[in-house]
């Protein structure tokens, strides 16, 4: 009983209700990446996304990226593209959490150029 009035009334966990019945009745499903997302578009041309786990629009890899915001783009004929391997995988914005990246994240490490003054 509790997903359900989750899912219902809140939209920062997952796809609500209303995102699930437009879904099943108006959309088309267009592909899915490997994160899991998935990708669906209506007859008029809106499109949208479901997410695999938490909502967070910096987890679209850049192919589904241009997809979104109607950038022509090779994904819409072949959804398979092929990645080289100098390429890296495509990793979600971390700033704000644990494994943000922090310049002098190990202060310990660090030696200072100076002596703070005391009294």
Sequence with gaps: MLTLLKKIFTWWNQDTFG????TIFFGKFVGSDTQGNKY??????????????????????????????????RIEKNQNIEKYNWQ???????TGTVDAYYPNKNRDGIKKKYSSWKE
């Design 19 to 22: 995102t699930m019945l437009k």
């Design 40 to 73: 669906y578009e209506s007859k008029k041309g809106k499109r949208w996304i479901i997410y695999a786990d938490s909502v967070d629009a910096s987890k679209i890899p850049v192919e589904w990226y241009s997809w979104m915001h109607f950038t022509p783009n």
């Design 88 to 94: 890296k995988p495509h990793q979600a914005n971390l």
